[in-house]
């Protein structure tokens, strides 16, 4: 079974976005959006990253031994149930995992 996305009412007013896998693991949190107009504007935006966006290693193992260099884009394929999305302004951004096949 695939994944999906639950809208949910935020703490604080307003509604946030949980991504669940296919097992019922919760895989992301976003931020609390205003409406749910919003919050479903930002599940099209997090599926769109998801089938585009690049993995950006920003883990401590990830980085270049030399001091100022940028993350490693990792450019590969992900797994289905490995992908992970982050999108910037109606971002799923707390509880993230990132996969990667290396």
Do not use: C, N, W
Not at 1 to 18: C, K, N, Q, S, T
Request: no cysteine.
């Amino acid at each position: 079974m695939a994944g999906y996305f639950e809208l949910v009412d935020a703490p604080d007013g307003g509604y946030r976005i949980r991504m669940v896998d296919g097992a019922g693991q919760l895989m992301a949190v976003s931020v609390t959006f205003p409406t749910k107009k919003a919050a479903v504007a930002g599940v099209a935006q997090a599926r769109e990253i998801a089938g585009t966006g690049l993995i950006r290693d920003r883990s401590a193992d990830g980085r270049s031994a030399m001091p100022g260099s940028s993350a490693r884009v990792i450019r590969g394929r992900l797994g289905g149930a490995g992908r992970s999305t982050s999108a910037t302004g109606g971002s799923l951004a707390a509880g993230k995992r990132a996969r990667a096949r290396h």
